[in-house]
């Protein structure tokens, strides 16, 4: 139980396009899920997170506009970034939370921007 | 004083040792102490988890110390096998307005040789 998947696992777009990366929990109701960018040997820093039917929660430092976050169900979050650019490289994580202090991480998407 | 510490960043043992990585806090608001194990290009899982009201949770061959007065607490992995070889983040969670934030620490990169 309590599996988080996302999609896509890794993807390239050029500099300049958007591009969107879905979080799902398979087989649980997550009132709460979080984003994180996890950069190479480094810890995950937490970017946004996202209550059904809210706007998202983003930490200081994390441009709102660059980095759209729906979470239109208890199941399903997208994160999109905007006009991407190689700066935004990275490894994207989600997790999922039922509102105890379980959270559930998902595989990660690898994005690179060339 | 959101900060979690931990040492080392780095750590080799040889298989059938005993690995120990330590961690402290500072916000005594602090209330959950997971453990995360996360293997490259994957996402991180959670491997044990402890609460204050505790000293000492043990699974397998995995053992959290929790000393709360002090702010510090270890894991320890005995019998380490190659297997075991991953980068393993503490963290600390805090009931904080209306929901949980994991916060990280840096981790430290395991390496089981046999």
């Known amino acids: 139980g309590a599996v988080v998947s996302q999609h896509p696992s890794r993807v390239i777009c050029k500099s300049g396009t958007s591009v969107k990366i879905e979080c799902r929990s398979l087989d649980f109701q997550a009132t709460t899920m979080f984003w994180y960018r996890q950069f190479p040997k480094q810890s995950l820093m937490l970017m946004a997170t996202s209550n059904e039917g809210s706007k998202a929660t983003y930490e200081q430092g994390v441009e709102k506009d660059k980095f759209l976050i729906n979470h239109a169900s208890l199941t399903l979050s997208t994160l999109t970034v905007t006009s991407a650019h190689p700066e935004d490289s990275s490894f994207y994580i989600c997790?999922?939370?039922?509102?105890?202090?379980?959270?559930?991480f998902g595989p990660g998407t690898r994005l690179t921007v060339t | 004083q959101q900060q979690v510490k931990q040492s080392p960043q780095s750590l080799i043992v040889q298989k059938g040792g005993i690995s120990i990585i330590n961690c402290a806090y500072e916000?005594?608001?602090?209330?959950?102490f997971p453990w995360y194990q996360q293997f490259p290009g994957k996402g991180p899982a959670l491997l044990i988890a402890i609460r204050p009201d505790v000293s000492e949770k043990k699974e397998g061959r995995f053992t959290i110390s929790f000393n709360k007065s002090a702010k510090q607490f270890s894991l320890h992995i005995m019998d380490s096998q190659p297997g075991d070889s991953a980068t393993y983040f503490c963290a600390a969670v805090g009931l904080q307005t209306s929901y949980d934030k994991v916060i990280f620490g840096p981790g430290t990169s395991l390496s089981v040789i046999p």
């Open positions: 916000n005594t608001a602090f209330d959950y």
């Open positions: 997790s999922a939370s039922t509102g105890a202090y379980e959270q559930y």
